[in-house]
């Protein structure tokens, strides 16, 4: 089975490129930038930046170890362009034709070398050098964190905006703790986003907060698409909202399990918002960190999650669907990608 998903043409809204950095490439980094990884194997570096569904970790240890580790990864523009073209070698051997990678500038910028402007023009740069080998168009989606400064976080959203439209910037997101930091905080970044209207807005919201925070992402910050969005099952009247504004949700199976945002794969709510007719998609957020592939949430998906090949059918247009191309480029993606789930 597993073969037949690699094989289907996949489009992939919600991934991050610091939770995509292959792990040989972390040490070939250290080695080459001399940064100080208290390990020097592979088979030692796995449980440093590498988390399972039953390992007991948790999301703590995941910003505290695994995010702390890779941010040693871009002490230059040529490491963040290699990293950037892996990410899409990688999503090309994995059966992806379309992907919206984001990334934080700011949190990029950590080891004082690089501007943000550096920042997304080596990833610009890396995602260029890629489509030359792999036929994966990417959409580029500038973030924040709700961690980081609102002066900085000002910054990336008018750098944001500087690049709408070239070289492929598509959209712009928030990430981070939601509990601590609730979307209506960060509405003054979001109005000239959405007077503008070039770029797609994504939330991260109904992950470590509940409906409330989905419905306030979709209210004040204007998201068109909630990252993780799974809390949303909690509340009936966000669950309309998201419909009657045809809101889609990223959701990330694995994440969410180890995140603690569901309980498990079996109550997780896509079945449920697929078969609603909400346009929930099929995503892997940070396959690196997460130790999986589009591919393998696809079969969880089946095979764990009891979704059917007819809405895992729906999942793959929903995506399509659902990212940030012009209109016509969206329909065109769906429609180039539908045959092949009504056949596998
Ligand atoms: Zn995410």
């Given at each position: 089975m597993n073969?037949?998903?690699?094989s289907l043409p996949k489009v992939e809204l919600h991934r991050h490129l610091?939770?995509?950095?292959?792990?040989?490439?972390?040490?070939?980094?250290?080695?080459?930038y001399k940064f100080p990884l208290p390990v020097s194997t592979l088979g030692e570096l796995k449980p440093r930046v590498t988390i399972s569904p039953n390992s007991g970790k948790n999301l703590g240890f995941i910003l505290r170890e695994m995010a702390k580790f890779t941010q040693l990864c871009f002490p230059s523009r040529a490491a963040i362009s290699r990293i950037a073209f892996e990410m899409i070698e990688d999503a090309f051997l994995d059966g992806l034709i379309y992907l919206e990678v984001r990334f934080s500038p700011v949190y990029m910028t950590a080891q004082g070398n690089l501007s943000q402007v550096d920042v997304i023009e080596a990833v610009l740069e890396g995602l260029n050098q890629a489509n030359r080998y792999f036929p994966v168009q990417c959409g580029v989606i500038v973030?924040?964190?709700?961690?980081m400064g609102k002066k900085v976080a000002k910054e990336s959203a008018d750098l944001a905006l500087a690049y709408a439209g070239k070289g492929g910037v598509v959209g712009f997101d928030l990430a981070g703790d939601e509990a601590?930091?609730?979307?209506?905080e960060f509405e003054n970044i979001f109005i000239p986003l959405r007077a503008d209207g070039r770029l797609g807005i994504t939330i991260h919201a109904g992950e470590g907060a509940g409906a409330r925070s989905v419905e306030d992402a979709i209210n004040y910050l204007g998201a068109q698409r909630i990252g993780h969005g799974v809390r949303a099952v909690e509340d009936p009247d966000v669950l309309d909202l998201i419909q009657r504004q045809n809101i889609t949700l990223e959701t990330c199976p694995t994440s969410n399990v180890i995140t603690g945002a569901v309980q498990s794969f079996a109550t997780h709510p896509l079945r449920f918002f697929l078969e609603k007719g909400i346009s929930a998609t099929i995503n892997s957020d940070d396959p690196t960190w997460f130790n999986t592939t589009l591919t393998n949430e696809y079969s969880n998906a089946i095979d764990k999650m009891n979704i059917s090949l007819q809405?895992?059918?729906?999942?793959?247009?929903?995506?399509?669907?659902g990212s940030f191309l012009?209109?016509?480029e969206r329909l065109a993606l769906a429609d180039k990608i539908a045959p092949m789930y009504t056949t596998a």
């Open positions: 073969s037949v998903l690699k610091v939770g995509s950095i292959r792990l040989q490439t972390i040490l070939d980094l250290a080695q080459e973030g924040i964190n709700r961690e601590a930091a609730p979307p209506r809405d895992l059918a729906k999942a793959a247009q929903n995506a399509a669907l012009p209109l016509e």
